[in-house]
């Protein structure tokens, strides 16, 4: 296998940084749109497992990146919760119904993996079979500040300032709620990786709309209920997109790796992670992907900075977000090609950085 | 006059911090709704001087406000460049046409607030009239950055990535634009100062959008153009939302208060505006709207806790972003209630606070 993302993960002195694309399944590839249009919707894709994985494998050839991430959605979970959603198309997800009191979440059930998200797992063991060993698969979820915005406002939002009135109206509803996310979102964890998914990554989207206060109040305990035992068994990520006024409160958190957004100063986050109280934490990021659509020259020099930023140990290379659909492949693999061909800024010509 | 608010931007020793509310003109008052339905749409208010200074002044004894903010929006300026817009209820701004190319920018022109915007420096004269010196009056315009977005996206977005796209792919129409705007934004706030208004603000909204290298190369020479002069008339204050990984940067900016939002810390803040490089800026900000959600008692002890971590002097308490529609007015004023009856923590029984 190539084992270049596990041995940076355990803090292994490595050639180069692995690299892998939030969102590198799906979207941008011509491939990918070719089994779409076959399949239908994007919802239809990623219940249908044999299609789910057939996309989640396109990046390793088509982008030559170093792991494989689950083609998925963060939103199956209040969906096996008992939320259904819809997904619409360049509107986003609409929820037909939302969580607003205590009768609602009432109505809400403890998910049994096996029973609930089948499709999903049945998707991860796919994989792992067609996967063959090449590169390690990553599973994930939302986590649970980032579900409860979804399954209490039911579509997307600005700042989410509906589940924030929710947390200072009704803490205790707000509680049971993320208490219940909690439980139904570790379970799922532990059932991909029985299934077989190498490791985990938690992404809280919309971390940013909450106080570095509230976070840590109201949201940390449960991010700490959910990761507890979680490392035991694989590395695990926690990207909280926006969310680096908090991000040394996260490092306290049992996790392997910090995910960083492209706002996120570089240094000071590696020196924060180096010292992080339960040892250093690996990072994971963070080139604005908007950089892909400039021309690969400047990807590729933008890419090294970054590298030189975050060094090349303890280091995934990514983006900062999720690829943006109209990003030409093409960009994408300058980006990737960029990270194998690292060169220290000592080592390196100043005429080829330009 | 009330000129605590001019006293404090002088960085005079004042008694307590002037406060104001973002959004205080408009959406949570039952009196402002009353008058909205009087006239129609939020754009036909805007566009009525009478009734948008009747709005503006509708906080100082609603709330309490040490400051009056022009009741408007900042699309203005771009439909005073040749680009019109709608507000669509409960969707947001619409632009039918929108900037992509250099044609589309050849459709602009120069703006001339006295013509394109007379609506507006109307109602300030009207307020000024009517406010008969009991408040200062705040003025105020979108930043380049923010209008730029909605000028090439005609609408609004999570992301900004055909803007940003826009920055990387086409550089020399990138600027172009943004000069375009700067140009409008710099003469309709020197008209707005002419017509008397006794500071401006100026919004980048989206600023949170750009990591701090685009942000500096990119529009920080644009703000540094549209502010230069600007302060030598009236104070001048820069809220750039989302900003605060750059917030060093701004703060080399000719301006006098750096507006702060929720997500910035405010001791870190208070320090790096002390020692900006041109003298020490003023803080205005930054209490979590979501806090006017919770009780009074909780309101006035996150207030006080705000001033105790900001200070007493160069601080303009305010929320770190606008007013949420919901948010009730009595909240509201317990808010402004809280920072008006500020006593030191030490002169403070803890009892009090809790």
Same mark, same amino acid.
């Given at each position: ?12 002195v ?9 969102r590198?399944?799906g979207r941008?590839l011509?491939?990918y749109r070719?089994?779409?249009a076959?399949?239908g ?8 497992p ?12 088509a ?7 689950l083609?998925?959605d ?7 919760m ?5 997904l ?28 609930? /998200?089948?499709?999903? %797992?049945d998707?991860? &063991? =796919?994989?792992?079979?067609?996967l $063959?060993?090449?590169?390690p *698969? ?16 039911g579509?997307?939002?600005k700042?989410w300032a ?11 509803l ?9 439980a ?11 299934a ?6 938690l ?6 709309? /909450?106080?570095?206060? %509230?976070y840590?109040? &109201? =949201?940390?305990?449960?991010?700490q $209920?959910?990761?507890?035992? *979680?490392?035991?068994r694989?590395?695990?990520?926690v990207?909280?997109?926006?969310g ?8 306290t958190l ?6 960083l ?13 180096n ?13 604005d992907?908007?950089?892909?659509y ?6 590729r020099?933008?890419?090294h900075?970054?590298?030189d930023?975050?060094? =090349? ?9 999720? *690829? ?5 492949a093409?960009?994408?693999?300058a ?5 194998k061909?690292y ?9 080829t950085?330009?």
């Open positions: 296998m190539n084992d270049l993302m596990l041995r940076a993960l355990r803090g292994e490595v050639e180069r940084p692995p690299v892998w694309m939030m590198q399944a941008t011509p491939e070719a089994v779409r076959e399949v919707g994007f919802k239809d894709l990623l219940m249908n044999d299609r789910a994985a057939e996309v989640t494998l396109q990046p390793i050839d982008y030559g990146v170093d792991a494989a991430i083609f998925s963060i939103l199956v979970v209040p969906e096996a008992g939320l259904p959603y819809n619409v198309e360049k509107v986003g997800p609409r929820f037909p119904e939302t969580i607003r009191s205590r009768s609602d979440l009432d109505r809400l059930h403890a998910v049994d993996p096996e029973r609930d /998200l089948k499709y999903v %797992l998707a991860v &063991r =796919i994989i792992l079979r067609e $063959d060993g090449r590169v *698969l990553i599973g994930f979820a939302g986590a649970p500040w980032t579900l409860f915005c979804y399954m209490v406002e579509k997307g939002s700042d509906l589940a924030r009135r929710m947390l200072w109206e009704e803490p205790a707000s509680d049971a709620l993320l208490a219940a996310i909690t139904a979102t570790k379970s799922y964890l532990h059932a991909q990786i029985d077989g998914v190498h490791l985990v990554q992404f809280d989207s919309w971390a940013g709309s /909450l106080s570095r206060d %509230l840590v109040q &109201r =949201i940390l305990p449960h991010m $209920d959910l990761l507890e035992g *979680l490392q035991d694989v590395p695990v990520t990207f909280a997109k926006g680096s006024h908090f991000l040394g409160d996260l490092a049992p996790c392997t790796t910090l995910g957004d492209w706002q996120t100063d570089r240094r000071w986050a590696r020196d924060l992670a010292n992080a109280p339960g040892g250093p934490k690996v990072l994971q990021g963070n080139l992907p908007s950089v892909l400039a021309n690969p020259g400047t990807i020099a933008e890419t900075r970054m590298i930023e975050l060094g =090349i140990h303890r280091t995934i290379a990514n983006l900062g977000h999720g *690829l943006y659909p109209d990003i030409p093409d960009h994408g693999r980006f990737v090609q960029a990270v061909e060169v220290p800024a000592t080592e390196r010509e100043t005429t950085s330009a």
